[in-house]
């Protein structure tokens, strides 16, 4: 479903997004990038997409016939450097667009730079979150965003982690997703928790199960629903089974169609105690979903008012405070009609297609309005020395 098109804006602009993997994945990178790219194509703007695939696919995301996707290969080198500053050359922008949550940021300021191109860098991760699993150093971070016109932040609270010399450059816009068409009801006969998620560890969904269990004593109606793959799936139902749960846990899969689950679900929870501001607890908003998650997880912590459209469980490290949260919902229909209801409207008036498009064109045409030459100074020097520190192993995109 495309996002519909507000009235014409004054200036319209060349823009060539960078978004990975938008012919392979279906991941919430990709997902924010395509609703930014119809977003503005809708809008009059001028739309090309590049991507890294060797084989030319088609996007996995539908795209405004307007939109120019093109296939760059993958490849690292100086070689492949040249022709894909070559092919983006070609489209002529007024503006790059850079989306990703590691070091390949520093790719997308190189090709700017070599183009004299503003380019904003739009980071889709906890910026807490890559020291954690090697992504990117902060040093390497912040010598990618000196080299942008404009950063594009999550949330507020990120925007701590950058020094006060790059305050001015930072913008702070959430994610947004494709509205429901039909709601969900809380209330209803049904007895779902649903919750949608990569079954890998980060998503904490072992803990998820710990917790359903303890639940699950005094609801004996209620069901757990887990939508995703992943590596963890033999692990997950392994942990179920001797709990006695494995006819009260339903591991639905992958699934590109997730809103056909959140339709049916009454509550939605997500355990993670890392995001950056997460699709589908927004998903589950727009369904008129009440939502529970950990106050440790960044972005849900936004999107959750604790007591108003969810819970929000304070210490993450105590077990059964999950199990509490889901429990007093589980026991109250008018409870979750009340709280869905929130969701609902939080998710229209902060969250909403029109509301997060405006912001993002906003921010485009700024960061369109600074002359490259001007926000990026000497940053191929940086750049080069910052690259000759780092091991071969951690230049790997």
């Given at each position: 479903m495309s996002i519909?098109?507000?009235?014409?804006?004054p200036k319209k602009l060349r823009i060539a997004?960078?978004?990975?993997?938008?012919?392979?994945g279906r991941g919430g990178t990709e997902n924010v990038g395509q609703m930014m790219a119809n977003a503005m194509a809708q809008r009059g703007h001028d739309v090309h997409i590049f991507t890294f695939d060797n084989q030319n696919r088609p996007s996995v995301w539908p795209l405004d016939p307007a939109i120019r996707l093109h296939c760059l290969e993958e490849a690292e080198d100086q070689q492949a450097n040249?022709?894909?500053?070559?092919a983006v050359c070609q489209s002529n922008p007024d503006l790059?667009?850079?989306?990703?949550?590691?070091?390949?940021?520093?790719?997308?300021v190189r090709i700017a730079r070599r183009m004299a191109v503003p380019i904003v860098l739009s980071e889709h991760i906890d910026p807490y979150f890559p020291q954690r699993i090697g992504m990117s150093s902060p040093l390497e971070r912040l010598t990618a965003f000196q080299g942008a016109a404009k950063v594009h932040l999550l949330t507020e609270s990120f925007?701590?982690?950058?020094?006060?010399y790059l305050q001015e450059k930072i913008s702070v816009?959430?994610?947004?997703?494709?509205?429901?068409?039909?709601r969900a009801d809380p209330a209803g006969p049904g007895k779902t928790i649903l919750t949608v998620a990569r079954l890998t560890a980060r998503k904490n969904l072992s803990r998820l199960i710990e917790e359903f269990a303890i639940a699950a004593r005094d609801h004996a109606d209620w069901t757990l629903r887990i939508v995703g793959g992943g590596e963890q799936l033999e692990a997950l139902r392994a942990k179920a089974a001797p709990l006695g749960l494995a006819d009260r846990i339903a591991f639905e899969g992958h699934t590109d169609t997730p809103y056909r689950y959140l339709e049916q679900a009454q509550i939605f929870v997500l355990p993670s105690l890392f995001e950056g501001f997460p699709?589908?607890?927004?998903?589950?908003?727009?369904?008129?979903?009440?939502?529970?998650?950990?106050?440790?997880?960044?972005?849900?912590n936004i999107q959750v008012r604790d007591g108003v459209?969810?819970?929000?469980?304070?210490?993450?490290?105590?077990?059964g405070g999950l199990a509490g949260a889901l429990s007093r919902l589980m026991g109250d229909s008018e409870l979750r009609s009340r709280m869905g209801q929130a969701s609902f409207e939080m998710f229209n008036e902060l969250y909403s297609n029109q509301v997060i498009s405006d912001q993002w064109e906003q921010l485009f045409l700024d960061a369109a309005a600074i002359p490259a030459t001007v926000t990026q100074p000497g940053i191929e020097e940086v750049l080069a020395v910052q690259d000759a520190a780092l091991p071969a192993a951690l230049r790997t995109l």
């Open positions: 519909s098109a507000p009235e014409a804006t997004f960078f978004i990975p993997w938008i012919t392979k040249d022709r894909i500053s070559v790059i667009v850079g989306l990703h949550m590691n070091r390949t940021l520093l790719r997308y925007r701590q982690t950058v020094p006060d816009i959430p994610n947004t997703v494709i509205p429901a068409q039909r699709m589908s607890s927004l998903e589950a908003m727009t369904h008129g979903l009440p939502v529970v998650g950990y106050k440790a997880c960044n972005g849900l459209n969810g819970f929000l469980v304070a210490d993450s490290s105590r077990k």
